[in-house]
């Protein structure tokens, strides 16, 4: 039985009696196990849930592939022509990047800001809005004549002159202008202000606009209107070069100022009568002066048909006094020492007789004789 039963199990079991146990089979060189002799491991599971899961498996790989690519290279950029980037990163400025390729590391290692280069221009209306105050507007004045930003300013000869003004800028250094960009507006607006109130300072008002008529025309005065707007961008420059020199600099330039002068409204009046008695003084001189020309020319006229009756006149008297002294002319030159009493006798009797016809009485009266005579003569 035991026999029978030990064969039994022999038969079942095909190790044997005594047998170790499948699970600890190991192999002869490393002792690892190998499992139940004659037994296949077993394989994956086949089937659309198993291949559905691989494909959107392999999908996510390849969609996590390209959004690393599409992160890293998120900041290589090309920079336009006319704009400059500047990069930061982790919030500080490391560089400046002009026009052409810009290569930086994405995102919120690096950040890349846009702005204007320095070749281009850009403009900004000064508002001031101080040039509507009492005596400047009132009642009568009308408010339109005013504008809304512009500002009031005592000039040095004792005038005040109403100024509005827009400036244009470029970015010198853009590092500084990044920081500074929401300040810039109301520093340039200052700094135009301080500039504004020294230049008028040292100026005359005819330095502004022409307010004597005389000097509209006069190259210096024009001169002097075109130096106002270079004495302020220069002004506004050294402001800006010493706040740049004391680590607050606005990393901007300005390059020039479009300044439009006006006379205060309460003032305009003023000027504009005496601009009016100016011009009827200059008509009537004008006129004065072509009357005047006229005069000379008449006179000149005159002068020289009087010279020219005169000189005929003249003439004429001339020929005349010519023809009564030929005979004596010629006797004259006839005459000699010898001969000039009989000569002069001769010409006496032929005369006389003439003188002695247009007489009515002739008295003869000896020269020698010691007598008088009494003649009568007008009441």
Do not use: C
């Not at 039963?5 to 005594?18: C, N, R, T, V, W």
């Not at 001031?128 to 512009?150: L, M, S, W």
């Not at 006179?299 to 030929?326: H, K, P, V």
């Amino acid at each position: 039985m035991r026999q029978s039963k030990e064969g039994q199990g022999s038969a079942l079991d095909p190790l044997g009696p005594g047998a170790p146990d499948p699970q600890y089979l190991r192999n002869d060189a490393g002792g690892t196990p190998v499992g139940v002799q004659g037994a296949k491991p077993p394989g994956p599971a086949e089937g659309p849930l198993s291949q559905s899961v691989g494909i959107a498996f392999l999908a996510l790989r390849a969609f996590t592939i390209v959004l690393a690519l599409a992160w890293l290279t998120a900041n290589v950029r090309p920079i336009p022509p006319g704009t400059q980037a500047v990069v930061l990163r982790f919030g500080r400025v490391v560089t400046v990047q002009q026009s052409g390729l810009l290569w930086a590391w994405p995102r919120p290692i690096e950040t890349v800001v846009k702005l204007p280069s320095a070749e281009r221009q850009l403009a900004i209306k000064i508002r001031v809005g101080t040039a509507r105050v009492t005596g400047i507007v009132d009642d009568v004045t009308v408010p339109d004549q005013v504008p809304d930003d512009a500002g009031l300013y005592l000039t040095g000869d004792g005038g005040v002159v109403v100024i509005d003004a827009g400036i244009t800028w470029r970015i010198a250094d853009a590092a500084a202008y990044y920081l500074a960009q929401d300040h810039v507006a109301p520093a340039l607006r200052r700094l135009f202000q301080d500039a504004a109130v020294q230049v008028a300072a040292v100026r005359q008002l005819d330095d502004f606009m022409a307010v004597r008529p005389e000097r509209a025309s006069d190259p210096a005065a024009q001169a002097a209107r075109n130096e106002v707007r270079g004495d302020l961008v220069s002004a506004m420059n050294r402001q800006l070069q010493s706040l740049a020199a004391q680590g607050a600099g606005l990393g901007v330039e300005v390059t020039r100022a479009d300044v439009t002068a006006l006379l205060p409204p309460s003032a305009k009046a003023s000027f504009d009568a005496v601009l009016d008695a100016t011009q009827r003084a200059e008509q009537g001189m004008a006129t004065a002066r072509t009357e005047a020309e006229r005069t000379r020319q008449q006179s000149d006229r005159d002068r020289d048909s009087l010279l020219t009756g005169a000189r005929a006149a003249a003439d004429e008297r001339i020929s005349q006094a010519r023809a009564s002294t030929a005979e004596i002319t010629a006797l004259e030159a006839k005459m000699d020492p010898a001969t000039r009493p009989s000569l002069l006798d001769q010409l006496y009797r032929d005369r006389i007789g003439a003188i002695m016809a247009q007489a009515g009485s002739t008295n003869a009266i000896d020269p020698r004789s010691v007598g008088r005579i009494i003649l009568p003569g007008a009441n």
